[in-house]
């Protein structure tokens, strides 16, 4: 069995795995980056490590640390919603029948499972996907800050995750809150918006009812990014790539 086949699509966990499959540090940079990238649910791995991909942030090297600081958040969130609100967890975990009318949009077949066109797994809905990139948003590890103001935004960023999970009963709810919360702490309403009305995540599930039921909950539970997201005309949505 391979090691990816030993890694459940989009539930955020490898480590375990890969930890028990010492020949998977013995595979191409590629290779690794896109096992990584299963457990994402990522489901254009070989787009985005494509060595050649001119994109910034791309490539092998750049997508392998990329999906392992995602899983890594996503898990870590998991268990924290596990720990002090156990009714959500399991709407958290669970993967989401896809519409009838929204079926799946982009996506590599040979590099999603089967079940990918009837289901969206937990990474893949929009609160899995928004989430733990909202959270690398706001630590600025890639800004070149010091250690100590990274430092000082996790501890801001766990305060604001810990007092919103308790209040959350539903995903959508959990993502309204923490994002209006790090809106107020270090991230810009830019870089909270590219996440939650990621163009790309909707170019890859056309879920618009996952992310209309969002942008209701977002109207009541995040009204700073309620006002900015409802500010902007379509073209300005169309040159920052939201849906």
């Known amino acids: 069995m391979s090691a990816r086949e030993k890694i459940q699509f989009g539930e955020g966990s490898f480590v375990g795995e890969i930890s028990r499959d010492p020949s998977f540090f013995e595979l191409p940079e590629r290779e690794q980056a896109k096992i990584i990238g299963w457990a994402n649910s990522c489901p254009i791995t070989d787009e985005l490590t494509d060595p050649d991909n001119p994109s910034p942030g791309r490539g092998p090297e750049a997508m392998r640390q990329r999906y392992a600081e995602l899983n890594f958040w996503f898990g870590f969130i998991e268990r924290e919603v596990m720990r002090l609100n156990p009714s959500l967890h399991e709407s958290f975990t669970r993967p989401v029948r896809r519409e009838a009318t929204e079926p799946v949009g982009k996506h590599e077949p040979e590099n999603v499972p089967e079940w990918h066109a009837r289901n969206i797994s937990p990474m893949g809905t929009l609160t899995g996907y928004a989430l733990p990139r909202i959270f690398v948003e706001q630590l600025g590890t890639h800004k070149g800050i010091s250690r100590e103001e990274i430092q000082d935004r996790l501890l801001r960023g766990l305060d604001i995750l810990e007092a919103a999970i308790p209040e959350a009963k539903t995903p959508a709810e959990l993502l309204a ?60 949505k169309s040159r920052l790539k939201l849906a």
């Open 177 to 236: 809150i923490t994002a209006e919360g790090l809106l107020h702490a270090d991230c810009t309403p830019q870089e909270v918006m590219k996440h939650t009305f990621s163009a790309g995540w909707i170019e890859e599930h056309n879920a618009y009812r996952m992310m209309g039921n969002f942008k209701l909950m977002m109207n009541y539970r995040a009204p700073k990014l309620a006002e900015t997201y409802n500010s902007l005309n379509e073209e300005a």
